[in-house]
């Protein structure tokens, strides 16, 4: 019994031509959705960097997906200042057309 949770997966190329993809070439995330609610239960990140992946997480778990990824975007701009943020942005973004499917 899943109580009403969804998993969903996204994943995106870092940008040719930096460190992250001659070393990782792709980044995946893992978005758990509660469908009650709509709001991210958990989130997790292909980063090799625990800390990384840890600070994603608690900046975006519990934020609501009934609007859309406004306050996703808003949360990642004010937040996160790394190379490849378009393709965290993207990963997030293909694991969130994801959950719409199953809505």
Known sequence: MNN?????????EFPKDTSLHEVYRMIGCVMIVDKETETIHDISF???????????????????LQNGLDEV??????????????AIQYAIQQAYDRYCELK
């Open 4 to 12: 009403g949770l969804v998993m969903t997966a996204g994943f995106a």
């Open 73 to 86: 975007k808003k949360r990642l701009k004010e937040s996160i200042q790394v190379p490849g943020i378009g």
């Open 46 to 64: 292909t980063f090799v960097m625990e800390l990384s992946n840890q600070f994603l997480a608690n900046l975006l778990r519990g934020v609501c």
